[in-house]
């Protein structure tokens, strides 16, 4: 797809300053040949505590203190919980986590209860350019096994990735672009893994070496592949398998006895979930350019997958949504058509530059330059014909200009540019092709050298939505900003008090919809006058060290104006029931626990607790609930750790959801529980681990309540898992 013509000058101004800036800054690369190598890790937005603790931190900060909720997921524990290939599944034991579940191939974040348009997931801080935004049932365009790091950051990430970052983000860190010399003559990563509930086989490696003195090559590839999930239980939930023994029992009374037993036969599926299997394949290349304290280099990728999206059997749509609509409910192939088979097949081809330039010794330390492209399309194929295909366009950059940190005043200020150009062309493009430009000035400052520190952040951004076909145009000028107070005078520990006001414009999907959306079995109808989303927020936290152990806590609450959201009218198109998109004022409070402590803490030997807990409530204005809201969550695990070997027992406990919408059900509690053993046969050095592990031991059958699937695309049975990832 090629990019179409926008008449947004500023957007063009955007990116000819960014990537002029890469131009003019190119000499400084050079000068900077004889300075002497960072101290720092490769990646500068990070940093290590003095209890080892991992931070995230922001450009030019000591720490980013203005989002309190903020979690850093390593390589170990990507290996420990990458379950399948989506991002997801893989974060959601963390504290005010969950997941969108929507099937085992399509996965996204849902952070303190937010998903979709208010939460984003970027590459090392630019957009994976994917549409899994748009629809739960689209895949997110990363691979964990080829990630190095997962940064999380819970509440207003508009401040540092834009405005579709109002909920949270996730920042997906790799190493397809290198930013430093390997010690050897080439470095391997490698990884392979298999599991007894998706009969998983996957595999992944990356190489690194060195062209020249100062010039890296990388290359790493990633293959997956899975059959049909199986579950421990039922498929369908209670409440659809009651409707369809209903209807059986109807059927049999008219004498249709053979739909009768179809439907008893659907509602007595169990044990795995048909077309659930899924494959990819992903291959990225890299060149990186080191000197000194300066780094530049560029990648190209591509991703590939296909996945089966589980639809929910055969379903005749009445009005009441979830719950009445069950009552029409027919099983697989006992409708007047056979029900087809629906099948995603997503392909993306991305390329990326990043630089980050050491300026000199003047107020301006660092030019940091990251630049992301992609040609997405996907197509939705129901049994051997195409449905509809969904095309994406897409550039991003962003230049961050740092600022010296060793003064009282520290941070980073910058400019972003963002272009998109979707279009969707089939029976369920109920989006009409649309452009969104957007341009963003932002800064983030830290001033202090005491026990006190004042953090401030400030976005202004221009976004236009553009719906050609309709001859549309909307523009939103938002403005965010957050200021933080912090005390540091208990030796290990940060106690801070944050507001913020974030504001976000309404995606193309909010404003253009009108059409049939199978994934959320509605015919959802967008509104091209809704203003833009406002929220205010208070957080307070405090985080550090016990002893030897480190804690984390933070509550909070967001009071937003015209939050955006998709209500039942009670009409019905298509077979579908309508939705449209209202605004209303809303409300989000909640909390998130986290404490790791060593009770034995010996030569050799440590045994480690793990505590988490999370809460999120939310309510609109009129006193209803916001859908989807995950319920209260709680995780204990023991550990014990040697210099060989690790072993893990956890338990997750999820609280029954009784507060929903009148087209939604209420969700059972259930309780996970998981074991681990990795084992280092080199402990010297820790490159090779080799890991077992036992999830949902006892085969629960449980259900996120976040999913709109959920009713009939239970988590995961009991699965046993094992994979070895090596380093040399």
């Given at each position: 797809?090629?990019?179409?013509?926008?008449?947004?000058?500023?957007?063009?101004?955007?990116?000819?300053?960014?990537?002029?800036?890469?131009?003019?800054?190119?000499?400084?690369?050079?000068?900077?040949?004889?300075?002497?190598?960072?101290?720092?890790?490769?990646?500068?937005?990070?940093?290590?505590?003095?209890?080892?603790?991992?931070?995230?931190?922001?450009?030019?900060?000591?720490?980013?203190?203005?989002?309190?909720?903020?979690?850093?997921?390593?390589?170990?524990?990507?290996?420990?919980?990458?379950?399948?290939?989506?991002?997801?599944?893989?974060?959601?034991?963390?504290?005010?986590?969950?997941?969108?579940?929507?099937?085992?191939?399509?996965?996204?974040?849902?952070?303190?209860?937010?998903?979709?348009?208010?939460?984003?997931?970027?590459?090392?801080?630019?957009?994976?350019?994917?549409?899994?935004?748009?629809?739960?049932?689209?895949?997110?365009?990363?691979?964990?096994?080829?990630?190095?790091?997962?940064?999380?950051?819970?509440?207003?990430?508009?401040?540092?990735?834009?405005?579709?970052?109002?909920?949270?983000?996730?920042n997906v860190v790799d190493k397809r672009i290198p930013t430093r010399m390997p010690d050897e003559d080439f470095h391997v990563d490698g990884f392979a893994g298999i599991d007894s509930a998706t009969n998983l086989r996957t595999g992944a490696a990356s190489v690194d070496f060195g062209l020249t003195s100062n010039l890296v090559f990388h290359v790493d590839g990633s293959w997956r592949k899975t059959g049909n999930a199986e579950i421990g239980g039922f498929q369908l939930s209670p409440e659809l398998r009651e409707e369809l023994l209903e209807e059986a029992a109807e059927k049999t009374a008219d004498g249709e006895l053979e739909k009768a037993a179809e439907f008893r036969e659907a509602a007595a599926q169990r044990g795995f979930i048909p077309n659930s299997d899924m494959d990819s394949w992903t291959v990225n290349a890299g060149l990186g350019l080191i000197l000194g304290e300066s780094t530049l280099g560029a990648s190209i990728g591509w991703y590939d997958t296909n996945y089966g999206v589980t639809k929910r059997p055969g379903l005749k749509h009445d009005h009441g949504g979830e719950v009445a609509a069950a009552a029409a409910i027919t099983p697989f192939g006992a409708g007047d058509e056979e029900e087809e088979?629906?099948?995603?097949?997503?392909?993306?081809?991305?390329?990326?530059?990043?630089?980050?330039?050491?300026?000199?010794?003047?107020?301006?330390?660092?030019?940091?330059?990251?630049?992301?492209?992609?040609?997405?399309?996907?197509?939705?194929?129901?049994?051997?014909?195409?449905?509809?295909?969904?095309?994406?366009?897409?550039?991003?950059?962003?230049?961050?200009?740092?600022?010296?940190?060793?003064?009282?005043?520290?941070?980073?200020?910058?400019?972003?540019?963002?272009?998109?150009?979707?279009?969707?062309?089939?029976?369920?493009?109920?989006?009409?092709?649309?452009?969104?430009?957007?341009?963003?000035?932002?800064?983030?400052?830290?001033?202090?050298?005491?026990?006190?520190?004042?953090?401030?952040?400030?976005?202004?951004?221009?976004?236009?939505?553009?719906?050609?076909?309709?001859?549309?145009?909307?523009?939103?000028?938002?403005?965010?900003?957050?200021?933080?107070?912090?005390?540091?005078?208990?030796?290990?520990?940060?106690?801070?008090?944050?507001?913020?006001?974030?504001?976000?414009?309404?995606?193309?999907?909010?404003?253009?919809?009108?059409?049939?959306?199978?994934?959320?079995?509605?015919?959802?109808?967008?509104?091209?006058?809704?203003?833009?989303?406002?929220?205010?927020?208070?957080?307070?936290?405090?985080?550090?060290?016990?002893?030897?152990?480190?804690?984390?806590?933070?509550?909070?609450?967001?009071?937003?104006?015209?939050?955006?959201?998709?209500?039942?009218?009670?009409?019905?198109?298509?077979?579908?029931?309508?939705?449209?998109?209202?605004?209303?004022?809303?409300?989000?409070?909640?909390?998130?626990?986290?404490?790791?402590?060593?009770?034995?803490?010996?030569?050799?030997?440590?045994?480690?607790?793990?505590?988490?807990?999370?809460?999120?409530?939310?309510?609109?204005?009129?006193?209803?609930?916001?859908?989807?809201?995950?319920?209260?969550?709680?995780?204990?695990?023991?550990?014990?750790?040697?210099?060989?070997?690790?072993?893990?027992?956890?338990?997750?406990?999820?609280?029954?959801?009784?507060?929903?919408?009148?087209?939604?059900?209420?969700?059972?509690?259930?309780?996970?529980?998981?074991?681990?053993?990795?084992?280092?046969?080199?402990?010297?050095?820790?490159?090779?681990?080799?890991?077992?592990?036992?999830?949902?031991?006892?085969?629960?059958?449980?259900?996120?309540?976040?999913?709109?699937?959920?009713?009939?695309?239970?988590?995961?049975?009991?699965?046993?898992?094992?994979?070895?990832?090596?380093?040399?």
């Amino acid at each position: 797809m090629t990019l179409r013509k926008s008449s947004l000058a500023p957007s063009r101004l955007a990116l000819a300053t960014v990537l002029g800036l890469a131009v003019t800054a190119a000499p400084a690369l050079a000068e900077t040949a004889e300075q002497p190598a960072p101290v720092e890790d490769d990646v500068h937005n990070r940093q290590t505590a003095s209890d080892g603790t991992i931070i995230v931190s922001a450009n030019g900060l000591k720490e980013l203190d203005v989002l309190a909720g903020t979690s850093v997921v390593e390589i170990g524990q990507i290996q420990r919980d990458a379950i399948n290939g989506q991002i997801g599944d893989l974060l959601a034991k963390l504290p005010g986590v969950s997941s969108t579940s929507f099937a085992p191939g399509s996965s996204r974040p849902v952070l303190r209860g937010q998903q979709g348009e208010r939460v984003r997931v970027l590459i090392d801080g630019v957009g994976t350019a994917d549409v899994s935004n748009t629809s739960v049932d689209h895949a997110t365009t990363i691979e964990p096994i080829t990630v190095e790091r997962i940064e999380v950051l819970r509440g207003p990430a508009v401040l540092l990735y834009g405005s579709q970052a109002i909920g949270g983000a996730v920042n997906v860190v790799d190493k397809r672009i290198p930013t430093r010399m390997p010690d050897e003559d080439f470095h391997v990563d490698g990884f392979a893994g298999i599991d007894s509930a998706t009969n998983l086989r996957t595999g992944a490696a990356s190489v690194d070496f060195g062209l020249t003195s100062n010039l890296v090559f990388h290359v790493d590839g990633s293959w997956r592949k899975t059959g049909n999930a199986e579950i421990g239980g039922f498929q369908l939930s209670p409440e659809l398998r009651e409707e369809l023994l209903e209807e059986a029992a109807e059927k049999t009374a008219d004498g249709e006895l053979e739909k009768a037993a179809e439907f008893r036969e659907a509602a007595a599926q169990r044990g795995f979930i048909p077309n659930s299997d899924m494959d990819s394949w992903t291959v990225n290349a890299g060149l990186g350019l080191i000197l000194g304290e300066s780094t530049l280099g560029a990648s190209i990728g591509w991703y590939d997958t296909n996945y089966g999206v589980t639809k929910r059997p055969g379903l005749k749509h009445d009005h009441g949504g979830e719950v009445a609509a069950a009552a029409a409910i027919t099983p697989f192939g006992a409708g007047d058509e056979e029900e087809e088979i629906v099948r995603i097949g997503l392909k993306q081809f991305r390329a990326d530059l990043k630089g980050d330039l050491y300026l000199g010794e003047g107020t301006f330390e660092r030019l940091k330059l990251r630049v992301g492209y992609s040609d997405y399309t996907h197509t939705e194929f129901e049994g051997d014909e195409v449905g509809t295909t969904f095309d994406a366009t897409s550039i991003e950059a962003r230049a961050e200009l740092v600022q010296r940190g060793d003064g009282a005043l520290r941070g980073s200020s910058g400019i972003q540019y963002l272009h998109r150009d979707f279009a969707a062309v089939g029976a369920e493009a109920y989006v009409p092709p649309n452009l969104t430009d957007q341009v963003a000035l932002f800064t983030l400052q830290e001033y202090g050298t005491g026990a006190f520190q004042i953090e401030a952040a400030a976005r202004a951004e221009f976004t236009k939505v553009e719906a050609q076909t309709l001859r549309i145009e909307r523009d939103y000028d938002t403005f965010s900003g957050a200021l933080g107070l912090v005390y540091q005078g208990i030796e290990g520990v940060r106690i801070g008090l944050n507001g913020s006001r974030a504001e976000r414009a309404p995606a193309a999907e909010e404003l253009f919809a009108n059409g049939p959306h199978i994934a959320t079995q509605a015919f959802e109808i967008g509104d091209a006058d809704l203003t833009t989303e406002r929220a205010w927020g208070l957080e307070a936290y405090a985080r550090g060290s016990i002893g030897a152990g480190t804690f984390n806590l933070t509550a909070y609450r967001q009071w937003f104006d015209n939050y955006i959201f998709l209500e039942e009218t009670g009409a019905e198109e298509d077979d579908l029931p309508v939705f449209q998109y209202l605004q209303q004022d809303a409300d989000f409070w909640g909390f998130e626990a986290e404490l790791n402590y060593p009770i034995i803490d010996s030569d050799g030997f440590r045994l480690l607790t793990d505590l988490r807990a999370s809460y999120t409530e939310a309510e609109l204005a009129d006193g209803t609930a916001v859908p989807r809201i995950p319920p209260l969550a709680l995780l204990g695990a023991l550990e014990a750790q040697t210099d060989a070997f690790d072993l893990r027992g956890e338990v997750q406990w999820f609280d029954a959801q009784d507060r929903v919408t009148a087209f939604e059900t209420p969700t059972d509690s259930f309780t996970l529980v998981n074991a681990m053993a990795a084992w280092r046969p080199f402990a010297a050095n820790r490159n090779v681990t080799v890991l077992v592990a036992a999830d949902n031991i006892f085969d629960v059958n449980g259900r996120r309540h976040a999913s709109f699937t959920k009713d009939f695309v239970p988590l995961l049975g009991r699965n046993f898992r094992a994979s070895v990832r090596l380093s040399f």
